[in-house]
């Protein structure tokens, strides 16, 4: 990993971007990894079918923390199906990761199966 992306996963660990639980929000959904201890919980407001505002909360390593930050930018704006379709992977290459180990790759994937939960929980609501 080079420095500017040690640098990049820093940043966000120190200034994550949309933490703290949104005021009004049409889904919530928390879990945590308990071989770490990392936790997520994200809350989103839906505008139709778009991700009109996401933030989360949560404790743990700094790149879960990252992780979760960086998830919560790049879904913002987004719709539902699109950001179902959000991969680990794609959370790694925003960061500049090209492999994880099989304990750390968890604080990538741990937000990201937040996020799908989240979206199916609210979907389940408006059926």
Do not use: W
């Amino acid at each position: 990993m080079s420095y500017f992306f040690y640098e990049n996963i820093m940043d966000h660990y120190k200034n994550p971007r949309n933490k703290g639980k949104l005021d009004f929000y049409d889904s919530e959904y928390g879990d945590s990894n308990p071989t770490c201890g990392d936790s997520v919980k994200i809350y989103l407001k839906v505008n139709g079918n778009k991700i009109e505002k996401i933030s989360f909360e949560g404790s743990g390593c700094a790149l879960s923390i990252a992780s979760s930050s960086i998830l919560t930018e790049m879904v913002k704006g987004t719709n539902l199906d699109d950001a179902l379709n959000l991969s680990e992977k794609d959370i790694m290459n925003e960061l500049g990761i090209k492999e994880l180990g099989p304990n750390r790759i968890k604080c990538v994937a741990l937000p990201v199966k937040v996020l799908k939960m989240a979206i199916l929980s609210y979907k389940a609501k408006q059926l």
